[in-house]
């Protein structure tokens, strides 16, 4: 066997490497296309059926609101001043609660209408803090649900139902609406307290959905 016919196999072989080589890059793509088409549908599936949950919530908010508005418009003298000011907070903060969850069904369209997968999860990650400042907002508006019943006759009557029980009422809400503003975080997930009182398709829903796209991830390291 001479050095030409040696050069030939080993030219043979080389090209026989390359065409392995483009097909197992080819095979490679695409089964990344079919795993990542599979998780953004699982994803959006997620997020579509969380998205009409958040529609009924902007309805029910803003029949909420304009309710609230019907009553102060009702309310507006001295005796009732407690609760024209209590009815007025709350329908503020629900307010934004609504402005919010209309940002976050525009998210989720954004997401659903994407195909580019970092795109994707920045909008998850957004979602995801909004998810958590809706509720650290609406909060706020609980000390003003023991309010609205006060009246200046009673604060200056000095009865003690309102000094002793009343009153330290609205103030242990107010604590607690504040601690929570506070301490609603990711950071805070592992907590008990934060598992019971974010155990809802609200945010599970998101963190199912980011868990599919990472999946995308682990299955390229898996793949490499």
């Given at each position: 066997m001479?050095?030409?016919n040696l050069q030939d196999i080993w030219k043979a072989y080389d090209h026989k490497l390359e065409e392995s080589r483009v097909l197992n890059m080819q095979s490679w793509v695409l089964n990344l296309k079919c795993f990542e088409d599979l998780q953004k549908q699982k994803a959006k599936a997620k997020l579509?059926?969380?998205a009409t949950l958040k529609k009924w919530a902007?309805?029910?908010g803003i029949i909420w609101v304009l309710f609230l508005l019907f009553l102060i418009a009702h309310s507006l003298v001295f005796s009732k001043i407690a609760f024209v000011i209590s009815a007025g907070a709350i329908a503020v903060i629900t307010s934004i609660g609504v402005a919010?969850?209309?940002?976050q069904i525009i998210l989720i369209r954004q997401i659903d209408n994407s195909e580019n997968i970092i795109y994707v999860q920045q909008k998850l990650?957004?979602?995801q803090t909004s998810t958590l400042n809706i509720p650290r907002i609406l909060f706020l508006q609980s000390p003003?649900?023991?309010t609205w019943w006060f009246t200046p006759a009673w604060v200056s009557s000095g009865d003690p139902g309102f000094w002793f029980i009343s009153l330290p009422i609205a103030l242990l809400f107010v604590y607690f609406s504040l601690w929570l503003y506070k301490n609603i975080s990711?950071?805070?997930c592992d907590k008990k307290w934060f598992k019971i009182l974010f155990n809802s398709p609200e945010w599970t829903s998101v963190i199912k959905a980011k868990d599919f796209m990472n999946e995308?991830?682990?299955f390229k390291k898996d793949m490499a």
């Open positions: 001479n050095i030409d579509n059926r969380l902007v309805f029910l919010m969850y209309i940002r990650a957004e979602l003003f649900y023991c990711y950071k805070n995308i991830e682990v």
